[in-house]
């Protein structure tokens, strides 16, 4: 259309007598391709508008059938949606109330193994301290009786060692004194 304007007013500038008969031929041709655009452009337009008119009705189609489809299910999820709400905020409160309880208890249980475990700990120091006491007197007993026994058992052997040296040398003594003759010590005596 816009086209067809601009030829005119370029015909419109033109002097009235510079149209020839080549030229005209050449205006009428173009005209008629300008027309024959139009006229295809116009049905493709029709065609197009049919077609989105059919797509228009079957798209309703579908969205009628989806509708019908879809309604039921939406009307029975937003009831048992209605019926489960006060069930739900009920549970929601009683998982609340359960927390604080829990949480409650933990903290008394807290506590109480805390209290465990410091007396635990001063009863392990307890019987650390019992067990040390006995080991060290234990150790103390014993060295106590090795000192007991030791000492009169080394007097003792000195003793009989020391006994059994005099007798020693009193039985040398006596075997060389019933043994020996005078003759002979003296010349023991005198080397020779």
Do not use: Y
Request: proline letters at 3%; one cysteine or more.
């Amino acid at each position: 259309m816009e086209a067809m304007r601009i030829v005119m007013s370029g015909m419109w500038l033109e002097d009235p007598g510079s149209l020839s008969s080549g030229n005209s031929k050449l205006l009428m041709v173009f005209v008629g391709m300008v027309a024959v655009a139009l006229v295809v452009q116009a049905c493709a337009l029709i065609a197009m508008a049919v077609g989105a008119a059919k797509a228009r009705k079957r798209g309703l189609e579908i969205a009628e059938e989806l509708r019908l489809k879809v309604m039921p299910i939406i009307d029975g999820t937003h009831g048992l949606i209605q019926d489960s709400a006060p069930k739900i905020k009920i549970i929601t409160e009683n998982f609340v109330e359960t927390s604080h309880v829990v949480r409650a208890k933990a903290q008394d249980f807290d506590s109480t193994v805390s209290d465990l475990n410091f007396k635990t700990r001063a009863q392990v120091a307890r019987v650390d301290g019992i067990v040390t006491s006995v080991l060290n007197t234990t150790a103390d007993i014993s060295e106590t009786v090795q000192r007991g026994i030791k000492v009169p058992l080394r007097e003792v052997s000195g003793l009989l060692n020391g006994l059994k040296a005099g007798l020693d040398v009193l039985v040398g003594r006596a075997k060389e004194f019933g043994s020996e003759r005078p003759s002979s010590r003296r010349d023991s005596d005198q080397g020779w």
